[in-house]
């Protein structure tokens, strides 16, 4: 590991790492924030995972999240959305390929060879965190849109290993929608049995629970009606006995400027549920 970037805020540090992955066979990088508290104790993580066309640094950039972080003395880490290099297979489109990985693991060539973001995230990231970083074993997980897909169908399919899950503005049902539809083909084949084990409404009515979901969804996002559809989950959620809060809001779009806005309250929910777990 190598670390690459490093920024004082908050009286904790930012850090960019790098590092050879070994489920994706290629180098990666991961952002952290490691808040003042890390240097006295072990703590909880929060892993955010971002949406299409990014890497680490957009949430780390743009969304405010330290400074609530530090507040709460949670560890955030942000990875990136895909396997990354020249020999990494790629298209041309913003949705598919580098920095669409969709956090699945790609049964189809030419993607199968590094695609496997859903064993990434599961296994090979939190191992890296818990033997190099002061951390306690206990975490939860929440993103953005693909990233909000991709943090409900590994806490639905996970529920033991995190201990909470938030979105805002989730894909949560990518097996009905374009985007879904365009990145599974492709990644997972056109049998659409096998999509249906990376996809968050699907999940739930087969039975998959969590003890509580948080979603924030902005009502003026130009993808809401045709990419994101709320209110598939809030259905299937509602058949299933899962508890949900969704959250509306007014003129709030699909940006950063949207997640800015409401960060602090994902980050005070898991650091809640985060430390009533660790004294249980
Ligand atoms: N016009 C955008 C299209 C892609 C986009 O909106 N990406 C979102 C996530 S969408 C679902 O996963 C995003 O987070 N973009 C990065 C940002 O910093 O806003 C584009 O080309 O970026």
Redesign the pocket.
């Known amino acids: 590991m190598e670390k690459v970037e490093s920024y004082y805020l908050y009286g904790g540090w930012q850090e960019v790492w790098s590092h050879s992955s070994e489920t994706l066979d290629c180098s990666m990088k991961f952002a952290i924030y490691l808040p003042e508290q890390a240097k006295e104790k072990k703590l909880p993580v929060l892993y955010y995972l ?5 890497t680490e640094q ?1 949430v780390m950039t ?1 969304s405010g999240i330290q400074r609530y972080a530090s507040e709460q003395g949670v560890i955030i880490v942000m990875p990136d959305t895909s396997p990354r290099g020249e020999q990494v297979a790629d298209s041309p489109d ?2 598919l390929g580098q920095g ?1 990985g969709f956090y699945v693991n790609a049964t189809q060539s030419p993607w199968n060879k590094h695609y496997q973001m859903y064993h990434y995230i599961l296994n090979e990231l939190p191992h890296l965190i818990e033997n190099n970083f002061p951390v306690t074993g206990k975490k939860s997980i929440m993103g ?6 991709g943090a409900l169908v590994l806490a639905l399919k996970n529920p033991e290993k995190y201990v909470s899950v938030s979105a805002f ?1 989730p ?1 949560v049902s990518p097996s009905s929608v374009a ?1 879904g539809e365009k990145a599974f083909g492709h990644y997972l084949g056109e049998n659409k049995q096998d999509w249906k084990k990376y996809d968050a409404v699907n999940l739930i009515l087969e039975g998959n629970s969590v003890e509580h979901i948080l979603v924030d969804q902005g009502l003026a996002d130009n ?1 809401y009606q045709s ?1 994101l559809k709320t209110e598939l989950l809030e259905n299937a959620c509602k058949q299933m006995n899962v508890n949900i809060d969704v959250r509306y809001h007014q003129n709030y779009d ?3 400027y949207f997640i800015a806005s409401f960060i602090e309250d994902h980050v005070r929910y898991h650091s809640e549920r985060l430390n009533a777990s660790l004294s249980q």
């Open positions: 971002s949406g299409l066309t990014c957009n743009k913003y949705d669409a953005h849109s693909m990233g909000g897909h503005s894909i985007w993808f990419q699909h940006s950063y």
